[in-house]
């Protein structure tokens, strides 16, 4: 079966050729390997190349909607149509990487309820397109409620077993997510994983293990940070659970540790993120760009606030939670809270409040943080943390939603910068989201600023010390997006001069539409600029012939 033919049962689609024929046909192959050795081009013009530890990378998804031919000539005409710059002599017998490494999200249903991969056959041969293309690695969700599903302590890690051999096999990097979140509710979510049966047993016996509103509504994406440190779960704390889990992880993966798997992104909260469920989707609570919730009013973190307000004389304080902060889908001016000439946000109490709950996300994250680092100790991994690009509203005074998210951001106070001293501390990456959006873009009646907001992040990681790296928020294919990537990137802030650019770029996410034509030859040439960085001043080395047949075979088989 051919590569395009392969990729095509992604779709579960037969992909004809050109001429009308299954790309199993013979006649249907568009690219030869003896065509590309006689261009003058691919001896002459390609710049790329091959070694062990910098292939050209891929991760695939497992689509089931019906596509469009995915003409994966293209993946292997970008080759021969840009110089493309791999490496930076530096003196002597060195040479330094340039650039920004992209990486690619798998599907969220990589692996499958019974713990199996799905549609292997059509993830490997997407992990070889991507290869071709240029592709560092892939991220990877690694889902707490499918290898810790039934008992505690037991795990069953079949399905990535084999996405990580197969990522190895392909000469791919691996950026582990540890979610120990439910999948299903937020934006983009395809399919739904939830949290261990077990874990929600206990839930269901005390639903103070939820995060709550003030209406007393409960979301069960994950775990109240009120009860981190409190033995609910079966004589464990959730902490340890966490930990225990990313242990396991380490344990069973330790031959590829450091080498294929270089990096664990450890999930704080919904959607993995560190903040607070605040803006939940799930049965139409919350709609864009609605101001969201406080998620304080279980009994945990009552406790916790009660003890606090006493601990300055202010026991009134800790009784609840603003209750004049309006409803998820209010706006800051319809609320006596959020609006810009009140007291609330503002005033002595709304100033003790933001700060004791955004004072908790911070310490929730930084006892997951410790456990998981002293874990892998001494393994040259990473640790990175993913923070959500909350843009909406960002051009008012209080910036409410961001402050419902546990975010205490003001126009008045940075609230970024915290969050990045924390991760400082443990050398963790700040990886951010809404990369690829511009302001104009957004509706301007909510005073949506993307741009302004990755700015901010951008100083407020370079003060601390903190390696920055990205995701684009929503899927997006054209140039424009792209455009707006690189240009973020750079970390050229304000054009001042300093050198620095994101460590990583994570794509968002691998599915049918990505292996479109037109998308695919865009998405090809974006990851070859990105790899090039912004230093033009290069030594261009030709690419070695081999490669450039590696890569028709890639596209043909």
Same mark, same amino acid.
Request: charged share 25%; with cysteine; net charge negative.
């Given at each position: 079966?051919?590569?395009?033919?392969?990729?095509?049962?992604?779709?579960?689609? &037969?992909?004809?050729?050109?001429?009308?024929?299954?790309?199993?046909?013979?006649?249907?192959?568009?690219?030869?390997?003896?065509?590309? /050795?006689?261009?003058?081009?691919?001896?002459?013009?390609?710049?790329?190349?091959?070694?062990?530890?910098?292939?050209?990378?891929?991760?695939?998804?497992? &689509?089931?909607?019906?596509?469009?031919?995915?003409?994966?000539?293209?993946?292997?005409?970008? @080759?021969?149509?840009?110089?493309?710059?791999?490496?930076?002599?530096?003196?002597?017998?060195?040479?330094?990487?340039?650039?920004?490494?992209?990486?690619?999200?798998?599907?969220?249903?990589?692996?499958?309820?019974?713990?199996?991969?799905?549609?292997?056959?059509?993830?490997?041969?997407?992990?070889?397109?991507?290869?071709?293309?240029?592709?560092?690695?892939?991220?990877?969700?690694?889902?707490?409620?499918?290898?810790? /599903?039934?008992?505690?302590?037991?795990?069953?890690?079949?399905?990535?077993?084999?996405?990580?051999?197969?990522?190895?096999?392909?000469?791919?990097?691996?950026?582990? %997510?540890?979610?120990?979140?439910?999948?299903?509710?937020? %934006?983009?979510?395809?399919?739904?994983?939830?949290?261990?049966?077990?874990?929600?047993?206990?839930?269901?016996?005390?639903? !103070?293990?939820?995060?709550? *509103?003030?209406?007393?509504?409960?979301?069960?994406?994950?775990?109240?940070?009120?009860? *981190?440190?409190?033995?609910?779960?079966?004589?464990?704390?959730?902490?340890?659970?966490?930990?225990?889990?990313?242990?396991?992880? #380490? !344990?069973?993966?330790?031959?590829?540790?450091?080498?294929?798997?270089?990096?664990?992104?450890?999930?704080?909260?919904?959607?993995?993120?560190?903040?607070?469920?605040?803006?939940?989707?799930?049965?139409?609570?919350?709609? @864009?760009?609605?101001?969201?919730?406080?998620?304080?009013?279980?009994?945990?973190?009552?406790?916790?606030?009660?003890?606090?307000?006493?601990?300055?004389?202010?026991?009134?304080?800790?009784?609840?939670?603003?209750?004049?902060?309006?409803?998820?889908?209010?706006?800051?001016?319809?609320?006596?809270?959020?609006? #810009?000439?009140?007291?609330?946000?503002?005033?002595?109490?709304?100033? @003790?409040?933001?700060?004791?709950?955004?004072?908790?996300?911070? *310490?929730?994250?930084?006892?997951?943080?410790?456990?998981?680092?002293?874990?892998?100790?001494?393994?040259?991994?990473?640790?990175?943390?993913?923070?959500?690009?909350?843009?909406?509203?960002?051009?008012?005074?209080?910036?409410?939603?961001?402050?419902?998210?546990?975010?205490?951001?003001?126009?008045?106070? *940075?609230?970024?910068?915290?969050?990045?001293?924390?991760?400082?501390?443990?050398?963790?990456?700040?990886? @951010?989201?809404?990369?690829?959006?511009?302001?104009?873009?957004?509706?301007?009646?909510?005073?949506?600023?993307?741009?302004?907001?990755?700015?901010?992040?951008?100083?407020?990681? /370079?003060?601390?010390?903190?390696?920055?790296?990205?995701?684009?928020?929503?899927?997006?294919?054209?140039?424009?997006?792209?455009?707006?990537?690189?240009?973020?990137?750079?970390?050229?802030? !304000?054009?001042?001069?300093?050198?620095?650019?994101?460590?990583?770029?994570?794509?968002?996410?691998?599915?049918?539409?990505?292996?479109?034509?037109?998308?695919?030859?865009?998405?090809?040439?974006?990851? #070859?600029?990105?790899?090039?960085?912004?230093?033009?001043?290069?030594?261009?080395?030709?690419?070695?012939?081999?490669? %450039?047949?590696?890569?028709?075979?890639?596209?043909?088989?």
């Amino acid at each position: 079966m051919s590569l395009q033919h392969q990729i095509g049962a992604l779709s579960g689609t &037969p992909i004809t050729s050109d001429s009308g024929s299954m790309t199993g046909d013979p006649t249907s192959a568009t690219v030869s390997a003896s065509a590309l /050795r006689r261009s003058p081009e691919a001896s002459l013009r390609c710049s790329v190349e091959k070694q062990a530890s910098d292939t050209d990378r891929v991760s695939p998804s497992p &689509p089931t909607s019906p596509v469009t031919r995915p003409d994966l000539t293209a993946a292997c005409q970008a @080759f021969l149509s840009e110089e493309v710059a791999v490496r930076e002599y530096h003196g002597g017998a060195q040479y330094k990487e340039k650039g920004v490494p992209v990486y690619v999200m798998m599907p969220l249903d990589s692996v499958t309820m019974g713990n199996g991969v799905n549609r292997m056959k059509a993830m490997s041969a997407s992990m070889h397109a991507l290869r071709s293309a240029g592709v560092e690695g892939v991220m990877m969700d690694v889902w707490w409620g499918l290898v810790e /599903r039934d008992v505690p302590g037991v795990y069953n890690w079949g399905g990535y077993v084999e996405l990580m051999e197969l990522a190895k096999k392909h000469g791919l990097k691996v950026q582990a %997510v540890m979610s120990f979140h439910q999948c299903g509710g937020n %934006v983009g979510d395809s399919c739904t994983i939830p949290l261990p049966k077990w874990v929600v047993e206990e839930m269901d016996k005390d639903p !103070d293990l939820a995060y709550t *509103d003030q209406w007393e509504r409960r979301n069960y994406e994950c775990l109240s940070l009120g009860c *981190d440190s409190l033995p609910v779960l079966k004589g464990r704390t959730p902490v340890q659970c966490y930990s225990d889990y990313i242990r396991a992880f #380490k !344990d069973k993966f330790q031959h590829l540790i450091g080498d294929t798997i270089v990096e664990i992104q450890v999930g704080m909260g919904p959607a993995g993120e560190l903040r607070y469920p605040s803006y939940p989707e799930q049965n139409g609570t919350w709609k @864009f760009p609605g101001i969201g919730a406080f998620q304080c009013y279980d009994k945990y973190m009552i406790s916790s606030l009660k003890a606090a307000a006493e601990g300055i004389g202010k026991p009134r304080w800790g009784k609840t939670g603003p209750t004049d902060a309006g409803h998820y889908n209010k706006w800051p001016e319809d609320t006596d809270f959020f609006r #810009k000439e009140g007291r609330g946000w503002n005033g002595p109490y709304g100033e @003790f409040f933001l700060t004791w709950y955004s004072q908790l996300l911070l *310490d929730h994250g930084e006892r997951i943080l410790s456990s998981a680092k002293a874990i892998f100790e001494n393994t040259g991994v990473k640790f990175s943390v993913k923070v959500a690009g909350i843009h909406w509203h960002y051009g008012t005074r209080s910036h409410a939603p961001e402050l419902t998210a546990g975010y205490y951001n003001t126009r008045f106070r *940075d609230g970024y910068l915290p969050i990045a001293q924390m991760l400082a501390r443990h050398g963790a990456i700040f990886n @951010f989201t809404c990369i690829e959006m511009r302001d104009h873009e957004q509706p301007q009646d909510a005073l949506c600023a993307p741009e302004k907001l990755v700015r901010q992040v951008a100083l407020a990681t /370079r003060k601390a010390g903190v390696p920055l790296a990205g995701e684009n928020a929503l899927p997006r294919y054209d140039n424009y997006a792209h455009e707006q990537i690189l240009r973020a990137s750079s970390l050229n802030l !304000d054009g001042d001069g300093e050198q620095g650019e994101m460590c990583a770029f994570t794509y968002l996410r691998m599915n049918p539409d990505l292996f479109q034509e037109e998308n695919w030859r865009r998405f090809v040439g974006f990851v #070859k600029k990105m790899k090039e960085g912004k230093d033009g001043n290069r030594c261009r080395e030709q690419v070695a012939e081999h490669l %450039v047949q590696e890569a028709a075979v890639a596209l043909m088989h």
